[in-house]
């Protein structure tokens, strides 16, 4: 090194604490990257995943655990390609501790690789893919999941439907990994438990008109299940009653969450879903909870919001055991991993970076809630299973010895 360097050196190493550019182990900053779709077709859901952590933001005066917080939303459009490459940018010129979000499911499956690569921890509240707390857990090991995997509640689902009596039911769900991982879930259990699965139909995502689907339902089926997210959630339910159909319409939580229920009519009355989320819970926290967001952003939230407020208050958790300094990803991994919380949600621990939480069976209602004037529609729970892992009740040996739900897994075999 010249003489000229040796001098500069401590000034260079001023300037880079100026600019933030200091080790995030050693910040007095908590810096949190979030990848979420503000513009496109989701970008209402994205709001609300950002509503979500900002509300608990607001609530704690920007500071998490004790450290005042750097909150930079980066725009995903919906797009597993866009994601990463802000995820990058998250990375290596924010210089966040953290990234958070991903929506689809298979954006998941496109973030989990950057947090392998950057050595950062990636968070995912909504990113459902199954397989990244399973089979590729030890893959990504800076992966943790604060919201659910996709078959979770669905399983809970398939054994509630064997329990009313349904013998047939016909699947149609949007045609992507979230997609086959719901249906895997509840054709599964629902098997499993002596129903059967007698035609599945895949929709392409983003699918308006279902008008070339609906008439190849097979009528003399007993109920129909329906994954259907974003926009396809509002059209398929008023479509499939206006064709005339009468039977029973289950659902995964996507189909009749709150992101969409206020946009629904009276055709959605009495159709049942699951997950791990309702805003229709009555308990106080979640009264409050409700309420706080109806007030700051005028709607009822979404599990989109919930997911991510939760997550909020699961960093908040982390930070103040690691003694209000952000400890590196392993060990906040680890001290995460540990939590035990009464979540808006309800109790929430962890197992293999993935909650063990209630699924609620919920029925959709018109009716008035929490003090407010007018009937609306609601999530009423009429159903819960508690202490629900993503292994089911199968347990985590035999559970990951069959292969990931997919397109062709469960294997159709009542189908004609």
Known sequence: MTTTLRRLSPLLAIAGIALGMTSP??????????????????AQIGKDMVNGFQLYLDEHHGKLGGMDVKFIVEDSQGKGDTSVTKAKKLVLQDHVHMFIGGLLASTGYALAPVSNSEKTLYI?????????????????PYFFRTGWSSSQPTHALGQWACDQGIKTVVTIAADYAFGYEQVGGFQKAFEDCGGK?????????????????????????DAIFSLMVGPMSLQFPKQLRRSGYKKRILGGGTSYDEFVLPFMGDEVIGDVSSLMYSAALETPKNETFVKAYRKKYGKVPSYYSETNYTTAEIIDISIKKAGGKYPGADKFIDIMSGLKLDAVRGPVSFEDRNPIQNIYIKKVEKKKMFGYPKAELWNTVIKTYPNVS???????????????????????????
Do not use: H
């Open 25 to 42: 182990a050693g910040a007095e900053e908590l810096r949190i990257g979030f990848i979420s779709p503000m513009t496109g077709i989701f």
């Open 124 to 140: 995912a509240p909504v990113a459902a893919a199954d397989d990244l707390t399973q089979r590729q857990l030890s893959k990504y």
């Open 197 to 221: 699965v007698v035609q599945k139909i895949w929709p392409p995502i983003g699918t308006k008109d279902f008008g070339p689907y609906i008439p190849s339902i097979k009528r003399n089926a």
């Open 390 to 416: 993503q292994y089911w009740t199968y347990g985590k040996e035999k559970f990951l010895k069959q292969p990931v739900y997919s397109k062709d897994f469960p294997r159709c075999k009542f189908c004609e």
